[in-house]
């Protein structure tokens, strides 16, 4: 059986582009690893900080792990650059850990996708910053009430 395709598809202009771009923030600001996962090819391959993963079900266990951990989790991601079948995006998420220090974390993505519109190919450069509580800035995910 193979997936669906998941428009919108590749070759990307700014719309379709910054339209894939919210519909990953969306996906994973749910933490729902099932869905986010559905989102990458059964074989996509990642580079995430210094993780190194390939296929649907590793990036579905990491991302379970990954928001087991990063307690309320909440993203941001904005269109970089794009072409053809590639995006790039720089993003920002906030969360906090089990002793209840909070942490902003930046990065940049690099994403390349399948004709089918599936994401093949992650590559995630990320820092951490320790913040206090009150200087959070992504207190709800983008379009959710306040």
Same mark, same amino acid.
């Given at each position: ?5 998941r428009p ?5 202009t700014?719309e379709t582009? @910054?339209?894939?771009?919210q519909?990953?923030e969306?996906a ?12 990458y090819?059964?074989?996509?391959v990642w580079?995430?900080r210094?993780r190194f993963l390939t296929?649907?079900?590793?990036i579905r266990a990491?991302l ?7 307690l309320?989790?909440?993203?941001r991601?904005e269109?970089?650059a794009y072409?053809?079948?590639r *995006? ?6 906030e969360w906090r850990d089990?002793g209840?220090?909070?942490?902003r974390?930046y990065?940049?993505?690099?994403w ?9 190919? @992650?590559?995630?450069?990320i820092?951490?910053?320790? *913040?206090e509580?009150?200087?959070r800035q *992504? ?8």
């Amino acid at each position: 059986m193979t997936d669906a395709p998941r428009p919108p598809l590749p070759p990307f202009t700014e719309e379709t582009a @910054r339209a894939k771009v919210q519909a990953a923030e969306d996906a994973w600001n749910t933490r729902d690893p099932e869905r986010v996962a559905l989102a990458y090819t059964e074989d996509s391959v990642w580079r995430n900080r210094d993780r190194f993963l390939t296929g649907r079900a590793e990036i579905r266990a990491f991302l379970a792990d990954k928001w087991a951990t990063e307690l309320d989790y909440r993203l941001r991601k904005e269109l970089w650059a794009y072409t053809g079948n590639r *995006i790039s995006v720089r993003f920002a998420y906030e969360w906090r850990d089990a002793g209840g220090q909070w942490w902003r974390s930046y990065g940049n993505e690099q994403w390349e996708f399948a004709d089918d519109g599936l994401m093949r190919r @992650r590559e995630a450069s990320i820092n951490d910053l320790a *913040i206090e509580e009150g200087e959070r800035q *992504i207190l709800t995910p983008r379009g959710a009430p306040a």
